[in-house]
């Protein structure tokens, strides 16, 4: 059973900082390409970044690049979502995904940001 844990989310200023993570369980995680997405009530979920199994390759939005880093441990199951000089509209509740393979959607980490 796959599964997905994010944490790590809060309360920051504009123009701080905040590293969101996620624990992933029931499949070869190094195998697989793993990706953040966020949402605001209302909207779509947004890709944000994406890594592949190696950590070699990455793909940002154009709202993260520059800003967001998307990193994983493959030793301990959990990729990583680092983001820096944080803005109001990046207040959304951030989720990863594993990419191919069939999943559910975990809770979520809320980020707010404070102007």
């Known amino acids: 059973q796959v599964q997905l844990v994010e944490s790590g989310g809060g309360l920051v200023q504009a123009g701080g900082y905040l590293r969101v993570s996620c624990g992933a369980s029931?499949?070869?995680?190094?195998?697989?390409?793993m990706s953040w997405y966020r949402q605001t009530p209302g909207k779509e979920r947004e890709l944000v970044a994406l890594?592949?199994?190696?950590?070699?390759?990455?793909s940002y939005s154009d709202s993260a690049k520059g800003r967001f880093t998307i990193s994983r441990d493959n030793a301990k199951n959990t990729v990583y979502l680092q983001m820096n000089s944080l803005k109001p509209e990046d207040t959304a509740m951030y989720y990863c995904?594993?990419?191919?393979?069939?999943?559910?959607w975990g809770q979520g980490t809320q980020v707010t940001v404070s102007s």
């Open positions: 890594i592949t199994g190696s950590g070699g390759g990455t």
């Open positions: 029931g499949f070869i995680f190094r195998e697989y390409v």
């Open positions: 995904k594993v990419e191919g393979l069939l999943f559910q």
